[in-house]
């Protein structure tokens, strides 16, 4: 949709009400309401044509940063969610922790699918060479599409002061990237960080591979991040990569689960290289983790997930 507004109460205003029509006329058998500020739209076109209408919240809305300080806008959004919620009949979350705030709130049963890869074939990669890995240094690697503020990134970089014979690799992008270029010339860590651009799917999972230790080091700023479940976890262990991450609930409980890494204590970027030396240096424990990051994707994986899916969209057509 071309929209005149880009952003604030003007712009979900204008994308509601577009939304709105252009559902009311579009053939359809199921509607499918992507997170809360579609829930609106696609709530009156169900009672209007009498469709069936599935929720699938991918966090818990009304906690989400960009929502922080700013009292009138969450008020709308959770007095939109309090009276289209409780009427729903089906609803999708992406895990337990955030389907139980719902559950409190709403004496709602929601599903769990959680956002997990699909099994793949991981024989035919290209080598460090050919991707410019140093072959002579282990790598650490921080990946994602939402590399930004209180995910960790400049704790990581900071760490590698202090870390030996290796080189973080930050592949994806974020609002702290060009912050965290200026630590790192400030810093003369040029030769410890290496910085990647964004890489579609299949060709990040080439670099994903060869990484001795995949960091997911998101704070516990706000809700959404205590509960969160970030897709880098599942990407590093699919990669058979032993995983240091921070102690947030749902990663912690996958972690702990299948042995497949180890977490910090606290942000402190001398602990952080701590923890990674002395990952780095226990060869068998790597290597133990390695093989349990194989188990872990024969369980952790879509062809497991989707069924959730599938039954729930089965019931409607």
């Avoid at 922080?68 to 959004?77: L, P, Q």
């Avoid at 060479?129 to 990946?143: R, T, V």
């Avoid at 998101?218 to 809700?223: A, E, G, P, S, V």
């Amino acid at each position: 949709m071309f929209l005149l507004f880009e952003k604030g109460f003007l712009f979900y205003a204008e994308y509601n009400f577009r939304l709105f029509f252009f559902l009311l006329f579009r053939k359809c058998d199921l509607l499918l309401a992507n997170d809360l500020d579609t829930l609106l739209p696609n709530y009156l076109v169900k009672k209007l044509r009498k469709k069936s209408l599935v929720y699938d919240s991918h966090e818990y809305f009304t906690g989400v940063p960009e929502l922080e300080g700013r009292k009138f806008a969450r008020n709308i959004w959770k007095h939109i969610e309090r009276w289209i919620f409780p009427k729903l009949t089906d609803i999708i979350t992406v895990n337990d922790s955030i389907a139980k705030l719902y559950k409190d709130e709403y004496d709602k049963e929601l599903t769990v699918v959680r956002n997990i890869p699909a099994l793949q074939n991981l024989k035919e990669f290209q080598s460090k060479k050919e991707l410019g890995i140093d072959a002579g240094k282990n790598m650490i690697l921080l990946q994602g599409s939402g590399i930004n503020i209180d995910r960790g990134a400049e704790e990581a970089v900071m760490a590698m002061q202090y870390v030996t014979n290796a080189i973080l690799y930050i592949i994806g992008d974020g609002d702290v990237i060009d912050i965290l270029k200026k630590m790192v010339k400030k810093n003369g860590l040029e030769q410890k960080v290496v910085f990647i651009p964004k890489q579609p799917m299949d060709k990040l999972l080439r670099y994903t591979v060869h990484a001795d230790i995949g960091l997911t080091l998101d704070k516990d700023t706000n809700i959404n991040y205590r509960y969160s479940l970030p897709n880098k976890l599942f990407d590093y262990i699919h990669a058979g990569v032993p995983v240091l991450a921070s102690s947030l609930v749902e990663v912690r409980k996958i972690i702990q689960q299948y042995k497949v890494g180890e977490i910090i204590e606290n942000h402190n970027p001398e602990h952080i290289a701590a923890k990674i030396n002395t990952m780095l240096i226990d060869k068998y424990g790597l290597q133990i983790m390695k093989e349990n990051c194989k188990f872990a994707a024969q369980k952790l994986n879509w062809e497991t997930e989707e069924t959730k899916l599938t039954d729930i969209l089965k019931k409607y057509v």
